[in-house]
């Protein structure tokens, strides 16, 4: 066997490479072609803009819900307050 390569099989595989290539950027073209048509871009606005309609009301019921839950922290609080004052004062009766 030679060590070179048969100059008929180089040209066959450059051929096949060339047409391998050829035939990928066909398809990368199409496949742009197809991410940025009107129609494509306008499904994914309207996506978009739905998950961020969602999004929106997610946080604003959130932004509530962490509202209510400082208001009864504080609630808690102030009532837990109280009752240590009440216990302390007990303490303080009973232990003269």
Do not use: F, W, Y
């Amino acid at each position: 066997m030679s060590s070179t390569a048969d100059p008929s099989r180089l040209e066959a595989a450059a051929h096949r490479l060339k047409s391998a290539l050829a035939a990928l950027e066909t398809a990368v073209a199409r496949r742009i072609e197809g991410d940025l048509s009107p129609d494509a871009l306008t499904l994914q606005l309207n996506a978009a803009q739905a998950d961020r309609t969602r999004l929106a009301e997610e946080l604003d019921q959130s932004a509530e819900r962490i509202a209510a839950l400082e208001a009864a922290n504080r609630d808690v609080a102030a009532r837990l307050d109280q009752t240590m004052d009440a216990i302390r004062s007990v303490l303080a009766t009973h232990q003269l």
